[in-house]
């Protein structure tokens, strides 16, 4: 059975302040991993696919990045808008299989 | 095109009533997936679509779940004699082949 694990649960920076976020995963033929922003009371937003191993992917101050076992979001000198949850999924032929997310608070 | 469309936002209902769901994917999508989320979880995979076939179900849905997708068009998600443990929000996303998904913006199901 495919299996994401996230983390941390949450995070909390100052403004300015990098860090990156993991996604752990298993699954049995990976077709692709996505990484998802979802706001309060939203559905998730689509951010990037990533495919295959050493593929990485930016967007503003997101960069996503993949190996064989995880893949980390990277958030450099994030903004209070960056402020959500992002949600890590996997997928084999058919389905995504979620991860829990983590919630990321940028305070000013 | 304005993107996923669920209706309705919001449901109220009793223990033991059927609700019915609508889904109104993106048109050029060829799949329509359905996902449960509950309060500090990721989405949880109930039931997904290719065109008008259903080709997977969650074996945690229980036989009082239901979906359909006529015409390969909107989809419909039933739940008969709902329970407390129904109460959550439920996710539409539909997609081209194995591309990321579009969500809509869910319906909050709650049953008291």
């Known amino acids: 059975e495919d299996q994401v694990t996230q983390s941390p649960e949450a995070l909390r920076l100052q403004e300015g302040e990098s860090s990156s976020l993991n996604c752990s995963y298993t699954v049995s033929g990976l077709r692709g991993l996505f990484w998802y922003r979802q706001d309060p009371g939203k559905g998730p937003e689509f951010l990037f696919t990533?495919?295959?191993a050493g593929e990485e992917k930016e967007k503003e101050r997101l960069k996503a990045t993949l190996t064989k076992k995880e893949s980390f979001l990277h958030i450099t000198a994030p903004k209070p808008e960056d402020s959500a949850t992002y949600l890590c999924a996997v997928t084999n032929a058919g389905k995504s299989t979620f991860g829990d997310g983590t919630t990321l608070t940028v305070k000013p | 095109d304005t993107g996923v469309s669920q209706n309705p936002r919001h449901k109220i209902t009793k223990r033991g009533q059927n609700v019915t769901f609508r889904c109104d994917p993106i048109?050029?999508?060829?799949?329509l997936y359905w996902y449960r989320q509950t309060l500090g979880q990721g989405p949880e995979f109930l039931t997904y679509?290719?065109?008008?076939?259903?080709?997977?179900k969650s074996r945690l849905l229980s036989d009082r779940f239901s979906a359909e997708r006529p015409k390969g068009s909107f989809s419909t998600l039933e739940i008969q004699r709902t329970e407390q443990g129904d109460s959550a929000m439920y996710l539409c996303?539909?997609?081209?082949?194995?591309?990321?998904?579009?969500f809509g913006s869910g319906t909050r199901l709650t049953v008291v």
């Open positions: 679509f290719q065109n008008e076939a259903q080709l997977e």
């Open positions: 990533l495919y295959s």
């Open positions: 996303a539909s997609s081209l082949g194995q591309e990321g998904y579009t």
């Open positions: 048109s050029e999508h060829n799949r």
